[in-house]
Structures are given as structure tokens and as C-alpha cells.
């Protein structure tokens, strides 16, 4: 059976179903459970062999499944959840998109939370293992779906990839015995990311002593340094920009994103800042965050006062989430780039995710991979977010495309 085949099995018309379907179902972090139970009933139908509900932090669930044995070998990756669609409703008011559940078809695209970031790729991934099946195939190569909770932050107490590590504390992927190749269906555009950034949250307290205005000589005046360590965090984003840029990437940066300080009328005893570092792939997370310790520290020394640094979003890493990337010319990169051209007739575009997410967990074990999607993550996050549904079903064809010629096929056996 040719990839092709495999290919033209896809029924447009039912993958529009099921991303609708897939809208319909809340997942809000961390509310993940009815949508994962669905997604486990749906692979139930393709060409899966094993299929598991596996419950993680605070009895979460991760879905998992595998088929075929040997290689080449494949890993389809996704996270649960949603983040919040508090402002959809407010933005939308009095519109057929005032439900950010209902999943409305509008210009050709489905309207919804998750419809792109990332229910179209996990329903991308459903269906091009169903087209699979549909022509009385499986695949030859060992592929596994792997769905976790828990990737998205903003909700309190989650955001922290608990559902991939407890990924790989399950063994949902070897050791041992890496799989070859990854992707992971964050939005892309459907263009072929090969590289992301690596960030860091640096959480910065500097603490004086606050006293009356008319006696400002008994404060130490926390504002006061926080407006030096400012100047030197800038300052240090500049130099940043003066290393050369990565070819897809771009450059590293430093960004203050939060400022708070100031009493009634007296000394402001404490400086609250939160910054966010872009971090390459060729820089160290350990080494960009000690160069923000020992500047605050310096300021600390030179005005006098205390200072705290915490790093308050660790994903892979204990500061933040590590940068990861592989060649261009990987070898499944390539074969991924053919099955786009044999399905759209179009160049493939290789570029950087304008994000950080998990592959780079995955990356550790020894599987390189990529993000490929449907859906734009610019919408993502927003009362904007939809996906394409010509755009869903090529991504969905190039998808099983690229299993049937990367994993190769085999007859699935038939039962009376």
C-alpha cells in the first residue's frame, strides 16, 4: 500500500466533525478529564493495537497508544488542555461566536478555544491513523501517541508539564530504546518547526526599609535600586542582541514584563520586577540564570538593600524550559518536507517555533523532533482562535502521508 493511498483515506468531512467534537469538550487546565476520555474512545477506532488512560498529578489523566513494532520509529505528541476563554464571551457578544464552545464553522474555519492550539493536531493525528486503518493497513514502524496534561500555565497551581513527566515516568516512551523521530502537534502553520527557543522567569524582590516622607534619611529606598537593577537588565538585553542571531531563532533578549513598588507617602521599602529571557540553543539556562543573580546581587551590595531572585516557571528544567533543535537535514525532517509537497505541491517552509513547549522533554531521552500543525499560535491564547479547514485537512493528509512512508505499511491482520 503506497502513501498516497493513505493519504486520500482521509475523510475531510469527518475530521471537521471531530475537531468540532473535540471543541465541544471543555479542557481547561486542569480540567482535562472528559476531553481525554474522548480522545481514548477515538483511538479506539484506528489502527492502534494499545490504548491506555494513565492518571498522573492530582488523579489527571495522560492518554497513550502504540501500534506496530521495530523501526523506523515514530512518537505523535500533544497536550490535553486549554488555557481559560474568559474574554471570548465579552468579545464576541451577540455573535454566533459568543459560545467559545460551540465550534462554528465561519468563512470556512472552526471557531473555538483549542480549535488550533491544540485540537486540530491531536484530531490531525486521530484521523490520519483511522485513514490508515480505513485501507486495511497498519503501520510496519512503532508509533506512539503520547497526549499529556497539564502543558498550558495561567491556571494556579499547573502549567508545570506534570503530564510529561509523569509521561516518562510511566516508560510511555524508551529509554532504552528511543523512538526515531517526533512530532509534536503545536500550531505551525503546517510548516516543519525544527528549532525553539529556551526561556526563563526570573521572579526579583529587592527589599530596603520604608519611612515617613519627612524623614526619608531613616529608609533605604528600594525603588531607588530597582531603578538601577532596571538599567542594568537593559543594558544586559542590549549586549544580548549583539551576539549573533540564530538562523531561525533569532536574537537572545531579555524582557521586563512586571513593575511594582511605592507607599503612602513615605520611602518605598520593596521593588517587585518579573522578567522573561529568551535563551538560544547554543547558551546555557544554568549560566543566563546566574548572570541575573550576580547583577542583582551587585545592586543589592552597591544600594543597601536585600534581594531575592526565584525562577517560577520550571518546565524541563529547574529555571525554565531548555532550548532544543535539530539539523535541517534530518533525515525524517526531509521526509516529512516530501510528504508536504506530495500533498499541497508546495515547498515546505522550515522555521523556528516562536514558542517554547515540550518536545525538548523528549529531546532528552534522545528523540529529535519537530512541531507540525495546522492553526496559527498567533490566535492561540485569544477570542481569535481558529483553524482552517483546508489547511486542517491537508495537514491531516501530509500526517498520514508521512507515517505510511516513514514507518512503512503492513497488511492488519483480519478477524472472523
Known sequence: MNPEAAAEAVDADQLVELVQQAIRIPS??????????????????????????????????NVY??????????????????????????????????????????????????????????????????????????????????????????????GVSAGMKAAIADGAISENHPPEFLIYTEPSTSAIYTAQMGFLIADITLTGRSAYFGRPELGVDALKAGHHLLSA??????????QPPHPLIGEAFLLVTEVRSGESIAVPGQFDLSLIRKVLPHESLDSAAQTIRDMTAQVALDHGVESKVEFSAPRDHPVGGTPDEIPTDHPAVQ????????ITGETPRIEAAPFWSEKSFLAALGVPGVYFAPGDISHAHTPFERVGIDELVAATRTLAHFVASWCGLEKAPTTN
Open 28 to 61: 481547561v487546565t486542569p480540567h482535562e478529564e472528559d476531553f481525554s476520555r474522548w480522545v481514548h474512545q477515538q483511538l479506539l477506532h484506528g489502527a492502534w493495537d494499545n490504548t491506555q488512560i494513565s492518571l498522573c498529578a492530582d488523579n489527571r489523566p
Open 65 to 158: 497508544a502504540r501500534v506496530g513494532q521495530g523501526g523506523p520509529s515514530l512518537v505523535l505528541a500533544g497536550h490535553l488542555d486549554t488555557v481559560h476563554a474568559d474574554d471570548w464571551a465579552d468579545h464576541w457578544s451577540g455573535t454566533d461566536r459568543a459560545d467559545p464552545y460551540a465550534a462554528p464553522i465561519v468563512d470556512r474555519e472552526i471557531w473555538g478555544r483549542g480549535a488550533a492550539d491544540q485540537k486540530a493536531g491531536i484530531c490531525a493525528v486521530l484521523e490520519a491513523l483511522q485513514a490508515i486503518d480505513r485501507t486495511g493497513c497498519k503501520p510496519k514502524g512503532a508509533v506512539t501517541a503520547l497526549f499529556v496534561c497539564d502543558e498550558e500555565s495561567g491556571q494556579p497551581g499547573s
Open 233 to 242: 537588565l537593559w543594558e544586559h538585553s542590549e549586549d544580548l542582541r549583539t
Open 335 to 342: 521526509a516529512l518536507g516530501t510528504s508536504i509537497t506530495a
